[in-house]
């Protein structure tokens, strides 16, 4: 029953007691029968059974348990572009997100800009951070990675660049952030495009079989605690969900469907539109299975919040989001 058809059955149930008392002939004994009603209403619903409030309290943790993550390649985005920081501001706001990584920022200001928009004017005074850093050179310019998140709901527990014996054209940010008193990681990655040329090609596949070897030497590392799942997010310019058997442990792994959607750049002209396939993806590695069970859910977005007024894109990329429920799992004595 919805909380809406429960308000309505508690109100017809109100009116018929309201009508009772107000039938009474005297003052008194209306005042009496108040009285004795709200007694009533105290006492049962402080006697509720233990086990029933037991169950209340795990769902309200269940809800508590949610995650939900968007990546988005932002395509150079600069302080300049004063409407599309509005419109990426807009679009966290409307998609109720609490974490948001953004690839190839090549401005701060940008990011700065978006984290004032955010605290200003975001749902239930909630209050944003961002997290960034230059990663390594990008098309044109040195390239930024940026991971906004809501204070409210996690703690930043440890944020680095990169990792020694992983080599990347772009680091990867890493961020251990807690949530309900259980650690997870987030890494943001940008990797290497291979669209130019064969030793490219080379570096990306590198790139990729770099990224279980990294995400088990995260999952024991002490740095920010013992994280129990490993968020990889960002754009991998490939479709890890094919042939995914030779890059992880698919039994602790579940892939999030990667953006294979053809966009137009807003960088090419209109008579020479480039068309590019963006394989963005939200990855989740569980570290210890027997312990948590963890749903990935992908929120479907409107194209049009990913629009300018004037119809054009934001970005070559479409974003990605999936809402996460994690539970821990009961060990039976």
């Known amino acids: ?11 017809k149930h109100l009116n018929s007691i309201i009508k009772i008392i107000n039938d009474q002939e005297d003052v008194k004994t209306s005042q ?11 006492k049962n619903v402080q006697s509720k059974p233990s086990a029933q409030k037991q169950q209340e309290e795990e769902e309200e943790k269940k809800e508590n348990n949610d995650i939900s993550i968007i990546t988005w390649n ?22 109720n997100a609490n974490i948001v990584c953004l690839q190839e920022v090549t401005d701060k200001e940008a990011l700065i800009e978006i984290k004032s928009l955010l605290n200003k004017n ?31 709901k996690f703690k930043l527990k440890a944020v680095y660049y990169g990792k020694d014996n992983f080599e990347y054209t772009r680091k990867p940010q890493i961020l251990y952030l807690e949530k309900e ?16 040329g064969a030793q490219n090609k080379i570096r990306l596949e ?24 490993t968020l990889l997010v960002g754009d991998f310019n490939r479709n890890l969900t094919i042939q995914k058997e030779n890059y992880f442990d698919i039994s602790s792994t579940i892939f999030g469907t990667p953006n294979e959607s053809t966009m137009s750049s807003k960088s090419q002209s209109k008579s020479k539109q480039k ?29 049009c919040s990913m629009k300018l007024m004037n119809g054009q894109y934001i970005s070559d990329h479409l974003a990605v989001g999936y809402d996460i429920k994690f539970e821990d799992q009961k060990i039976s004595s």
């Open 1 to 11: 029953m919805s909380k809406e058809d429960v308000k309505k059955k508690i109100q």
């Open 32 to 42: 009496n029968l108040l009285v004795y009603a709200i007694d009533e209403l105290e």
């Open 74 to 95: 932002v395509n150079q985005l600069k302080q300049t572009e004063n409407k599309h920081i509005q419109r990426i501001h807009q679009f966290i706001v409307d998609t």
């Open 122 to 152: 975001y749902k239930g005074n909630e209050v944003w951070d961002c997290e960034f850093q230059e990663t390594g050179q990008g098309y044109q310019q040195q390239e930024i990675s940026a991971c906004f998140y809501n204070t409210n």
């Open 181 to 196: 008193g259980k650690i997870f990681t987030v890494v943001n990655f940008h990797l290497k495009d291979a669209s130019s």
């Open 206 to 229: 590198n790139e990729i079989k770099n990224l279980k070897p990294l995400s088990d030497t995260l999952k024991e590392d002490q740095k920010g605690g013992n994280p129990f799942l």
């Open 275 to 303: 068309r590019d396939q963006t394989y963005d993806q939200i990855i989740a590695i569980l570290n210890n299975p027997k312990e948590t069970t963890v749903q990935l859910k992908q929120i479907v977005f409107d194209d």
